[in-house]
Each structure stands twice: as C-alpha cells, then as structure tokens.
C-alpha cells in the first residue's frame, strides 16, 4: 500500500469523524466548527488523491477549494450574527 | 538520497494523517464549542502542514510544489481569520464556555 493510500484513509477517517459532529451538533455554532474541518480536510484529500491516481493536476481544485472554503464560512457566519449578509458594523453594532 | 527523501516523505504523511484524527476525535469528543474550536486549529496547522509538507517532498523541485505552497499559504492565513470569527461570533450571541470552576458570583 502506497503512502499516500495510507495518508487518504486516515483524512477519510477524519471526515467521517467530523462529520458526526455535524450531525449531532446542539449549537449552530458545533456545526460551522465541523463544517469548516470538513473543508480543510477536504482540501487535503483532494491534494493527496491526484497522487494516488498520478493525476497531480488535482491540487488546482484543491486551491479553488480552499479559497471558497474561507468566504462560505465567513458568509455563514455574518449571517447568523446580523440576520443580513449585507449588513455593516456600524448599523447591527459590534 | 533518494530513499531518505522517501522515509521523510512517508513521515510526513503519516503524521499528518495522524494529526488529523487526532482533530477529529477531539471535535466529538470536546465538551463545548469553543474547545472544539481548539481541536479543529490542529487539523488546520500540524494536520495541513506536515501532509502538504510531505506532498512537497516527494515531487521536489517542480510546479506542482509551487501549487502546494500556495495552499500551505492560504490555508495558514485564512484559517485563523475563521476560527476568530467563530469565537467572535459565539461571544456576540452570548454562548456561555463550560467552566469546571463556578464563577456565576454567588460563591459557593
């Protein structure tokens, strides 16, 4: 079993782990947390299966990825603080 | 030479595989939202650092490991900026941390 094999099994573990919290997650909050990891790890997979498959051009989606993980959390919780995506600091309060 | 780049390489990727079950356990397994936030910080540094790392051991000197620096750089830059916002967020909704002392004022 090749290195990167054993390194795709253990991120898979990881989601999956992850992934009950998402389910179980009493708060809002638990559920941004996990889906954030969720992200990250999927990023990582991502990286390491073009390596499995010998396909190293996966990294690209990998780093679109990443750069739309950042903004959907981000938009998730502004939303959850304001009740508006379009609302400034000024007028919701800090 | 070859073999010690592989050896390093497959430590690498292991531990940072690692790492992130370690992270992952420890969101299940954390009493409340903001230690699972602490839990979730490792997958983000230790876990993306040493299997991004390792990634760039074995492919040397090429453009595929300028691509990984570029997501070793986002993600080191961007993760924070969100794990702030969680916590930020939960002290504006007023989410209480679990505490194994009472500090409510009342004494004991």
Request: net charge neutral; proline share 2%.
């Given at each position: 079993?090749?290195m990167f094999?054993v390194a795709a099994?253990a991120l898979?573990?990881s989601?999956?782990?992850?992934?009950?919290?998402?389910?179980?997650?009493?708060?809002?909050?638990?559920?941004?947390?996990?889906?954030?990891?969720?992200?990250t790890l999927?990023v990582l997979l991502?990286a390491v299966?073009?390596?499995?498959?010998?396909?190293?051009?996966?990294?690209?989606?990998?780093?679109?990825?990443?750069?739309?993980?950042?903004?959907?959390?981000?938009?998730?919780?502004?939303?959850?603080?304001?009740?508006?995506?379009?609302?400034?600091?000024?007028?919701?309060?800090? | 030479?070859?073999?010690?780049?592989?050896i390093l390489s497959w430590a690498l990727l292991v531990g940072g595989g690692f790492f992130c079950v370690v992270g992952?356990?420890?969101?299940?397994?954390?009493?409340?939202?903001?230690?699972?936030?602490?839990?979730?910080s490792i997958i983000d540094t230790l876990g993306v650092g040493m299997i991004i790392a390792g990634l760039m051991v074995e492919?040397?000197?090429?453009?595929?490991?300028?691509?990984l620096g570029?997501i070793l750089?986002?993600v080191f830059?961007?993760?924070?900026?969100?794990?702030?916002?969680?916590?930020?967020?939960?002290?504006?909704?007023?989410?209480?941390?679990?505490?194994?002392?009472?500090?409510?004022?009342?004494?004991?």
């Amino acid at each position: 079993m090749s290195m990167f094999a054993v390194a795709a099994i253990a991120l898979l573990v990881s989601l999956g782990l992850v992934l009950v919290r998402v389910l179980k997650g009493p708060t809002i909050f638990d559920r941004v947390i996990a889906g954030n990891s969720i992200g990250t790890l999927s990023v990582l997979l991502l990286a390491v299966m073009g390596y499995v498959f010998g396909r190293p051009e996966f990294i690209d989606l990998a780093i679109t990825y990443a750069l739309l993980n950042v903004i959907g959390t981000i938009a998730v919780l502004k939303f959850f603080r304001y009740g508006d995506l379009g609302a400034g600091e000024d007028e919701a309060g800090s | 030479m070859d073999t010690a780049l592989h050896i390093l390489s497959w430590a690498l990727l292991v531990g940072g595989g690692f790492f992130c079950v370690v992270g992952s356990i420890g969101i299940i397994r954390m009493p409340d939202a903001f230690t699972r936030l602490h839990a979730a910080s490792i997958i983000d540094t230790l876990g993306v650092g040493m299997i991004i790392a390792g990634l760039m051991v074995e492919s040397g000197l090429t453009l595929t490991t300028a691509r990984l620096g570029i997501i070793l750089i986002l993600v080191f830059f961007t993760s924070p900026v969100a794990g702030h916002a969680i916590a930020r967020s939960m002290r504006h909704r007023n989410v209480e941390p679990v505490l194994s002392e009472d500090r409510t004022g009342e004494g004991k």
